[in-house]
C-alpha cells in the first residue's frame, strides 16, 4: 500500500495497491496518512468480502469514506481558528498528553506524533484507563497541553466521559475532538454524528492543525529543521537512511 510503487518493497511486493495523492500544498503526513486511511478501509471491505466473513461492500465503504470527508470540509472553517486560538494560549508548551480509546486511539497517536515533528514537544500517547492511572499524576500542567479524543459510540466512551469530569474538577484546560459537545472542555472540535468506523477520517485533522499552529507561533522549525544534531548525514542512520534487505519468506536474500 504505497504511492511509490518504484521503492524497492513495492517492486518486491506480490501484490501492490498504488495510491494517488493529489498535488496540493505540502503537509508532510496529512496527504499521505489520509489516502493510507482510504485505501486500508477499501481494502479490507473487499477482503471481508472475498473471504466470505460479511462485513461491507466496498462501494458502500466507499460512499461512507466520501460521506466523513465531505463532513470534515465543514468542519474545517471553524477548526482552523479553534486551534490557531488554543495555539496562541499554549505556544509555551513544553509537552503534550494526547487521551482517546477504542476508535479514537489512533487519532490521538497519530497527533502525538505530530507534535514530535512539527513543534519538537514530547508527547505522551495514552488511553482514558492509562491516563488515570499514569498521566493523572504528572505536574506541574502549567506548560503542558492536554488534547482528549471522544466518540460517543466508542468502547471507551463512558470511561472517557468519566476522565472529562476529572479534568475540569481538577481544573486543568482540555482540547476535546467530539460528535458530543456538550461535555466540558476549554475547547471544544466538535463534528456531526458519524458512523463509528469512519470517525478516524475526520478527527485526526484537528490534531494535526492544533500541532501545525503550535509550532508556528512557537518558531520551531519542521522536524527541527534538520539543522544540528538533526542534521542529515549520509554516513548516519536517520529518519530515512538505512541499509535495506529484501527477504523470501525462507529467509534468503534476493
Avoid at 141 to 159: G, K, W, Y
Wanted: some cysteine; overall charge negative.
Amino acid at each position: 500500500l504505497t504511492a511509490k510503487p518504484e521503492s524497492p518493497l513495492a517492486q518486491a511486493a506480490k501484490h501492490l495497491l498504488q495510491l494517488r495523492i493529489p498535488a496540493f500544498e505540502s503537509a508532510p503526513g496529512v496527504r499521505s496518512y489520509t489516502a493510507m486511511m482510504l485505501g486500508l478501509s477499501v481494502l479490507g471491505a473487499a477482503l471481508s468480502q472475498s473471504w466470505g466473513v460479511g462485513g461491507m461492500e466496498p462501494a458502500r465503504c466507499a460512499e461512507g469514506l466520501g460521506q466523513a470527508l465531505h463532513l470534515l470540509e465543514g468542519c474545517l472553517p471553524q477548526w482552523d481558528q479553534l486551534a490557531f486560538d488554543l495555539a496562541r494560549l499554549k505556544s509555551n508548551a513544553r509537552s503534550a498528553e494526547l487521551i482517546g480509546g477504542g476508535i479514537d486511539a489512533g487519532a490521538a497517536w497519530y497527533t502525538g506524533a505530530k507534535f514530535y515533528e512539527t513543534a519538537g514537544l514530547p508527547a505522551s500517547c495514552v488511553d482514558c484507563e492509562d491516563w488515570l492511572h499514569l498521566n493523572y499524576f504528572a505536574a506541574p500542567r502549567a506548560e503542558m497541553l492536554t488534547m482528549v479524543f471522544h466518540h460517543q459510540a466508542s468502547a471507551s466512551a463512558s470511561r472517557s466521559r468519566e476522565l472529562l469530569t476529572r479534568l475540569e474538577a481538577m481544573g486543568f484546560d482540555v482540547a476535546l475532538v467530539t460528535d458530543e459537545p456538550q461535555l466540558p472542555a476549554r475547547w471544544t472540535f466538535s463534528y456531526p454524528h458519524t458512523e463509528e468506523w469512519t470517525v478516524p477520517m475526520i478527527t485526526y485533522a484537528a490534531g494535526a492543525l492544533v500541532a501545525s499552529y503550535v509550532a508556528k507561533l512557537a518558531d520551531r522549525p519542521f522536524n527541527c529543521g534538520f539543522a544540528g544534531p538533526w542534521a542529515k548525514n549520509p554516513q548516519l542512520p536517520s529518519t530515512t537512511n538505512s541499509e535495506i534487505q529484501i527477504l523470501t519468506c525462507g529467509g534468503n536474500k534476493e
